[in-house]
């Protein structure tokens, strides 16, 4: 499959070498504003460089897909564009930066017959996969409470080494940027939210979003969720941690997603679930990308929705936009049932 990849920074390196290791698609071109950039990005693959995913499209119109990976304020016009030229797209997370842009982003995939994916990569690891199998077998009965806490440490220079970075316009604050990947599969186990509250604050940074945020949610099947989410930790981070108690059964996935830190599931020996998770090989950073990227390319060739949609975006997207909402009114938020 001929593609291209639009966005050679920091992430758009791991979807490149997701592409090395898999071999899956044939990288026709990449695209960045600094074409240097793009032209280096370019020179493994003997790919040619574009400052922009039009010119790109009108010098090779046998692309068939485009990998997305690009700041998040910039994902609609991107994907519009793309859709306009009838390829099917893998975007990096979030989506986009309301839940308004990504249903339309959703419904213009719909009408041009094109898949749209987005890469929500937490969904795949092993530890996750483990835990929502327990779930959905009922292992842990009824879903009581969870919560998901993310609790990163990201100096000024940070945010400082890019200008999107901290912005309202393209970087979104912690919810969007930080916590999606852990809030996304923290609604996997939850299923619909109903309504919300938070508070947000920008407390350690000189940026114009919020680095911490702390939320409480009710879901529809009664369970109550919180979600706490800061880039404010002095030294080090020091958790991304998933928690979820059922009336039959609890375990944890912490201090990171890919670590399992307590699991008291019927008919299953916590040692055991530990040892094997502990013994599994490290995963390399393009690990999840390479996920993301198999899953797009095969629900492609094989005409299906693939595992990561837009669709399955929106609900996060959904939480997200409300929970911004009541930070800023003090007010609960009320979600529409889909």
């Not at 040892?275 to 390399?284: A, I, K």
Request: aromatic share 6%.
């Amino acid at each position: 499959m001929r593609a291209a990849l639009v966005g050679c920074g920091k992430i758009g390196q791991k979807h490149l070498q997701a592409m090395v290791h898999t071999q899956v698609v044939d990288l026709a071109a990449t695209v960045d504003l600094d074409l240097e950039r793009a032209a280096a990005a370019a020179v493994p693959f003997d790919a040619a460089p574009f400052t922009s995913l039009s010119e790109m499209c009108r010098a090779f119109p046998d692309v068939e897909a485009v990998v997305i990976a690009t700041p998040s304020g910039t994902h609609r016009q991107l994907v519009e564009e793309a859709m306009g030229h009838n390829l099917h797209v893998l975007v990096e997370k979030p989506i986009a930066l309301s839940a308004l842009d990504a249903d339309h982003m959703v419904n213009l995939a719909a009408q041009r017959g094109r898949v749209l994916a987005v890469s929500h990569f937490y969904r795949l690891l092993p530890t996750v996969s483990m835990a929502l199998a327990a779930f959905h077998e009922g292992k842990l009965g009824r879903l009581v409470e969870a919560s998901l806490s993310v609790r990163w440490s990201l100096p000024q220079s940070y945010y400082d080494a890019a200008p999107w970075r901290g912005t309202q316009a393209v970087d979104g604050g912690v919810l969007y940027n930080q916590a999606v990947h852990g809030l996304d599969t923290l609604l996997e186990f939850t299923g619909p939210i109903l309504e919300v509250f938070g508070y947000a604050a920008t407390l350690t940074h000189d940026i114009e979003v919020d680095d911490t945020f702390v939320g409480v949610m009710r879901a529809a099947n009664g369970a109550l969720v919180t979600v706490n989410a800061t880039t404010s930790v002095a030294e080090g981070n020091l958790e991304e941690r998933l928690a979820v108690v059922g009336s039959e059964g609890s375990l944890i996935l912490g201090p990171s997603i890919q670590q399992v830190d307590f699991w008291r599931v019927a008919e299953d020996d916590e040692e055991a679930v530990k040892s094997e998770v502990g013994q599994m090989p490290l995963r390399s950073g393009w690990k999840s990308h390479a996920d993301a990227l198999l899953d797009f390319t095969q629900a492609i060739l094989e005409g299906r929705k693939p595992r990561l949609s837009g669709q399955g975006a929106l609900h996060v997207m959904e939480v997200i936009d409300a929970l911004l909402r009541s930070s800023q009114t003090g007010q609960p938020v009320t979600l529409q049932r889909r």
